[in-house]
């Protein structure tokens, strides 16, 4: 049974860099694509991006000069890096596996979201 | 960017109704749609992928389909468990984007 486990800072400070790492468990870091997600308090879903396993990362336009995915096969965990925060950055962040499926590609696993506040 | 919309924003229903939720591309993905639902603090759930494919362990009352950019999401008999939000999903663009959520509650 494939577990991912988000962890890091709850409160992070304006302009600050937010950190998260999802620890995987039952599967290898080694494939692909362990993506961010994000979701406002009461809001919708974000993708914020993925790495591939063969070394590239993908990352929302939005974020893109902000945004840093990395992984870690030693530990067989991702990372995320989000620079230069601001209250809007505020949000429950999910690490999730995207499979490859019949006719399309889906998030199959989700760690439980840990919520991040940005506040002084 | 894949713009998803999602129709409607919330819905009231009662056990044993059957629902349909809506959920439209901006252009054509392909069948490269799936349909999630959220339960209050916790993570989405993969339901449905491929437009119509019921991921593992999914009661067969939940169903998907598709017609051009248009993708509908069924739930035949409402149970209790099933008041939650729902999302659609596409994945043909590597800028993946999820609908706005429909938020289903009980009448």
């Known amino acids: 049974q494939v577990q991912l486990q988000e962890s890091g800072p709850g409160l992070v400070k304006p302009s600050e860099t937010l950190s998260l790492t999802c620890t995987v468990s039952?599967?290898?870091?080694?494939?692909?694509?362990w993506t961010w997600i994000r979701q406002p308090p009461g809001k919708g879903l974000e993708w914020i991006g993925y790495?591939?396993?063969?070394?590239?990362?993908n990352y929302n336009p939005s974020l893109k000069s902000r945004v840093t995915i990395s992984i870690d096969t030693s530990k067989n965990q991702f990372s995320l890096k989000l620079t230069s925060v601001t209250a809007a950055d505020t949000a429950v962040y999910y690490c999730?596996?995207?499979?490859?499926?019949?006719?399309?590609?889906?998030?199959?696993?989700w760690g439980q979201g840990t919520l991040v506040t940005v506040s002084s | 960017d894949i713009q998803m919309t999602q129709s409607p924003s919330s819905l009231s229903a009662s056990v044993g109704d059957r629902v349909t939720i809506t959920c439209r591309a901006s252009?054509?993905?392909?069948?490269?749609l799936n349909w999630y639902q959220q339960k209050p603090g916790k993570a989405p759930k993969l339901l449905i992928y491929?437009?119509?494919t019921l991921q593992s362990g999914v009661p067969s009352r939940f169903s998907g389909s598709a017609s051009g950019t248009d993708f509908t999401l069924t739930i035949s008999s409402l149970q209790p468990e099933d008041f939650a939000t729902y999302y659609c999903?596409?994945?043909?663009?590597?800028?993946?984007?999820f609908g706005q959520g429909t938020k289903l509650e009980i009448k």
């Open positions: 790495y591939y396993y063969s070394g590239s990362a």
């Open positions: 252009q054509s993905i392909s069948s490269y």
């Open positions: 491929g437009a119509s």
């Open positions: 999730a596996r995207e499979a490859s499926v019949p006719g399309s590609l889906a998030f199959d696993y």
């Open positions: 039952g599967d290898s870091i080694s494939s692909p694509y």
């Open positions: 999903q596409q994945s043909y663009s590597t800028l993946k984007t």
